[in-house]
Antibody, heavy 121, light 109 residues
């Protein structure tokens, strides 16, 4: 059973860069068929897909965030990462790292527990 | 961009009753890419149903999904106390690749 765990600072200052890492256990990120994703949830709000990175390094980002986003893989550590630049209070959210399945249906089948990131000075 | 609308925002039922949750897409979507999740307070969402009607591993048959085109439904029969949560529908498509409905909160009457 794959498990995902987010890590990173819980507090980021406005205009700085939010950086999070997801450590995956129970399965390798260096194989096809899965899309390693980030999803966020603002306090009291719904879910927003941020983007994904594939094992090949290919990425797909939400257009609303694309200009500020960078995702990367570290296959030696079985980790993938998110960097979101020029953050504002609107980026305050619980950030989930998630495994998206490939194939015919494309659901998100495994989720990290989530980590709250607050943007504040 | 496909917009998913879940209405109403909150539904109230008693345990043992049957609940029907709605998800409407702004344009016709592939039923293969319509997914439902359950989220309880303080927890990550959990995959319930994918491909409109296929239950994920470990999901009881009290949960069922149906629909096509723009209208999709999640039905929960014989509501248990543990079922009261927020439910999200989600679609895989294009730009952005994944979109979510705003969620329906299922609360105990």
């Amino acid at each position: 059973q794959v498990q995902l765990q987010e890590s990173g600072p819980g507090l980021v200052k406005p205009s700085q860069t939010l950086s999070l890492t997801c450590t995956v256990s129970g399965g390798s990120i260096n194989r096809g068929g899965y899309y390693w994703s980030w999803i966020r949830q603002r306090p009291g709000k719904g879910l927003e897909w941020i983007g994904y990175i594939y094992y090949s390094g290919n990425t797909d980002y939400n257009p609303s965030l694309k200009s500020r986003l960078t995702m990367s893989l570290d296959t030696s550590k079985n980790q993938f990462s998110l960097m979101l630049s020029s953050v504002t209070a609107a980026d305050t959210a619980v950030y989930y790292c998630v495994r998206g399945m490939g194939g015919s249906y494309r659901p998100f089948d495994s989720w990290g527990q989530g980590t709250l990131v607050t943007v504040s000075s | 961009e496909i917009v998913l609308t879940q209405s109403p925002g909150t539904l109230s039922f008693s345990p043992g009753e049957r609940a029907t949750l709605s998800c409407r897409a702004s344009q016709s979507v592939s039923s293969s890419y319509l997914t439902w999740y359950q989220q309880k307070p303080g927890q990550a969402p959990r995959l319930l149903i994918y491909g409109t009607s296929t239950r994920a591993t470990g999901i009881p048959d009290r949960f069922s999904g149906s629909g096509s085109g723009t209208d999709f439904t999640l039905t929960i029969t014989r509501l248990q106390p543990d079922d009261f949560a927020v439910y999200y529908c989600q679609h895989f498509g294009s730009s952005p690749s994944y979109t979510f409905g705003q969620g329906t909160k299922l609360e105990i009457k």
